[in-house]
């Protein structure tokens, strides 16, 4: 089955240290994956994706991505945590279903960032 | 520019009782989700809709149904709502590939439904 695995439920990070908040992936072919940013109260906002190219992509608010087609690892990273990115963060992936993209997501990460 | 618009915010029902909650996008996306997110379990799709007039189930549409008549609406009703409902919603589109997108959703701020 099409999977997607967030292995920490919570990440807690000091101020100014760098961050990571792991994601690994089990999809047939190559993957899109995504990652999403969720702040109290709202909606899930795009963060950054990875469809094809250099492994490492960068998105919003300094954050950034490393593809990993051997560990089939997607983890988000930034190098220096600020207190304002304590939020719920998803890894997805999209897959193709009877013709059609679906989107799988995990279960969310959620990460404090400590003054 | 609204992006994805949902209604209500937030609603209390009563067992048994039915809702519709409307989806509003002002993108032209051809693409409409709508998910549910419960504690731990992350975001489960329940209807989705690949253009004006087509509907089809996703991975937990039990106890829901949904209609797209107009592209911009994406329609979640609940006939018979029952505790388990209880959850917040969250309504997506995104453009197709052919028309310029790149795969990313874009997400309303969701409905907290709690069924008593």
């Known amino acids: 089955a099409q999977s997607v695995a967030q292995p920490e439920d919570q990440v807690n990070v000091a101020e100014g240290n760098p961050l990571t908040v792991k994601c690994t992936y089990s999809v047939s072919g190559n993957p899109y994956l995504f990652w999403y940013v969720q702040y109290p109260n709202r909606g899930l906002q795009f963060l950054l994706k990875?469809?094809?190219?250099?492994?490492l992509v960068k998105g919003s608010y300094g954050f950034e991505a490393e593809f990993n087609k051997s560990q089939t690892s997607f983890h988000l990273k930034k190098p220096s945590a600020l207190v304002s990115d304590s939020a719920l963060y998803f890894c997805a992936v999209r897959v193709t279903t009877s013709g059609t993209y679906k989107y799988i997501f995990g279960t969310g990460t959620r990460l404090k960032v400590l003054a | 520019n609204a992006g994805v618009t949902q209604t209500p915010k937030f609603r209390v029902l009563k067992t048994g009782q039915s809702m519709t909650l409307l989806c509003a996008q002002d993108m032209n996306h051809e693409y409409m989700y709508w998910y549910r997110q419960d504690p731990g379990m992350g975001l489960r799709l329940i209807h989705y809709s690949v253009g004006e007039g087509t509907t089809a189930k996703g991975e937990v549409p039990d106890g829901y149904n949904v209609s797209r008549l107009k592209k911009q609406n994406f329609l979640l009703g609940l006939e018979s709502a029952a505790p388990s409902q209880t959850s917040v919603y969250f309504c997506?589109?995104?453009?197709?590939?052919?028309?310029?997108?790149?795969?990313?959703?874009?997400f309303g701020e969701g409905s907290r439904l709690t069924v008593l």
């Open positions: 990875y469809i094809t190219g250099d492994n």
């Open positions: 997506a589109s995104r453009k197709t590939t052919s028309g310029g997108g790149t795969g990313e959703l874009f």
